[in-house]
């Protein structure tokens, strides 16, 4: 029996999203370090139910949440049940599997600004977005450089069932849409996604020709190092674009 579900809906790209190389277009000469490897930092990755139901675009953000909590020196971190709640804002009902239709990523992050992700009895926000060329693998790095993850939706095909590290198979039969969190990459050009409570090794022709959407997350965290980083990033466009998807920088 296989033991994974998926749940990410075709992309949806809001025209206001901000794109991470408008905002600093210093991003796209950026050098990334040769290699960044987070595996040790986190002693358990969150499965949050994606083994059963289709939540893995909720999955995807609370295990950012747990890797952003836990490089801050912050214990807390999403409980399941607080991963099925944000799901069920979507039209999830537990118990009723005809509900279990997915979300897209559009859908959670403005959600997740707007009202917030549960954790623990309280309320993380983001902050804010921007879209990340992901046919650019070092603009990638970079942005896991400096943001600590990027928010990814794959389409996956059959051979990802089995595959121990993810391989593009052309002319392989579709899967479906799955979202994981980007947190690492390699000198050997491979990466590293967070799946199904795994560390997933994907290969760079994986990564060219499966992935469909990449995002930065922004908190006050990740904004001050790009700042600092980028002399040209644009808190002005940046802030524009946000109140235009229903947001507000604080």
């Not at 075709?10 to 277009?25: D, G, K, M, N, S």
């Not at 040790?40 to 949440?65: F, Y």
């Not at 600004?113 to 790095?141: C, E, I, S, W």
Request: net charge negative.
């Amino acid at each position: 029996m296989l033991n994974k579900c998926l749940g990410r809906k075709p992309a949806v790209f809001h025209p206001a999203t901000p794109r991470l190389a408008v905002l600093a277009p210093s991003t796209l000469y950026y050098n990334p370090q040769p290699q960044i490897m987070r595996a040790s930092e986190i002693p358990s990755w969150l499965m949050g139910q994606n083994d059963t139901i289709g939540d893995c675009t909720s999955v995807a953000i609370a295990n950012i949440l747990l890797a952003r909590n836990t490089w801050a020196a912050h214990t807390a971190y999403p409980t399941t049940a607080d991963i099925v709640s944000f799901y069920e804002r979507f039209g999830y009902k537990p118990g009723n599997p005809l509900t279990d239709q997915g979300a897209t990523l559009l859908e959670c992050m403005q959600s997740w600004m707007k009202d917030g992700y549960p954790v623990r009895g309280q309320t993380n926000k983001l902050l804010g977005f921007a879209a990340v060329d992901f046919h650019n693998l070092n603009l990638l790095k970079t942005a896991i450089e400096i943001f600590g993850d990027v928010y990814l939706g794959v389409n996956l095909t059959v051979a990802q069932q089995t595959q121990t590290v993810w391989n593009y198979v052309p002319n392989d039969q579709e899967w479906g849409g799955h979202s994981v969190s980007l947190n690492s990459f390699a000198e050997d050009g491979s990466f590293r996604v967070v799946t199904w409570a795994e560390w997933m090794k994907v290969t760079p022709a994986f990564m060219q020709n499966q992935v469909q959407e990449a995002y930065v997350l922004l908190d006050a965290a990740s904004i001050r190092k790009a700042k600092t980083t980028f002399n040209d990033w644009d808190m002005a466009a940046l802030a524009q674009s946000i109140k235009s998807l229903g947001g507000e920088l604080a």
